[in-house]
């Protein structure tokens, strides 16, 4: 489930990140900080890992020389390192395979991609989609593994989105070529006992 803290003063330059990495190490959830507000989600479940696994797999074959798929990059507010969210898979250049930081400038990332647990709610997956038009992520896919559905967010601008695509398992994510292309969603599965459409 993702719950939100609010601090309740200002606070200095930081000082959240540390608080971030200290509940990260202390309870293993994914903390993130949206907008000035810490978010943490629990570990995600097999399935939802499986997805992520299977939707990497599936975009790296196909992905230009100068680009790769990375699990667990942080993407900065541009301008604020303090101001961060960590997609579930980051689409950007091989040669941060080279670096020794953990985040990487929202302007480096070609695509983000986003599992939708299995709680989360619509005012949290609606903010963090602001957040990602707001750092000018741009394309942000998000699957929903709840519904069997999947969403294309392109052409960010004015904290928004302007292009969007929606569409079910089985039918093909509009990739670009150096995306390698139609990705496949066929073969990912939905929470719960429903079948695989």
């Known amino acids: 489930m993702t719950g939100s803290a609010h601090h309740p003063i200002p606070v200095r330059r930081g000082h959240l990140r540390d608080a971030a990495e200290k509940i ?3 309870t293993g959830m994914r903390v993130e900080i949206i907008g000035g507000t810490l978010v943490m989600s629990p570990s995600p479940s097999g399935k939802r890992a499986g997805i992520v696994i299977d939707l990497r797999d599936a975009i790296r074959p196909g992905l ?8 667990n990059v942080s993407v900065p507010m541009p301008g604020d390192p303090d101001d961060y969210a960590t997609p579930d898979l980051t689409i950007g250049p091989r040669a941060f395979k ?42 942000l896919l998000q699957i929903d593994p709840r519904t069997g559905t999947w969403s294309l967010f392109t052409r960010p601008g004015e904290g928004e ?11 093909s994510v509009p ?22 459409p």
């Open 24 to 26: 990260e190490q202390a």
């Open 64 to 71: 230009a020389a100068e680009h790769e798929a990375y699990e």
């Open 98 to 139: 080279e670096e020794d930081g953990w985040l990487l400038d929202a302007d480096a990332v070609v695509l983000a991609v986003e599992v939708i647990s299995p709680n989360e709610r619509l005012k949290g997956i609606n903010e963090k989609t602001a957040w990602y038009a707001a750092a000018r992520v741009p394309r």
């Open 175 to 196: 990739l670009p070529g150096e995306l390698g292309g139609d990705l496949p969603t066929s073969g990912l599965p939905v929470y719960g006992s429903r079948p695989v």
């Open 161 to 171: 989105y302007r292009g969007v695509i929606h569409g079910k398992y089985g039918e």
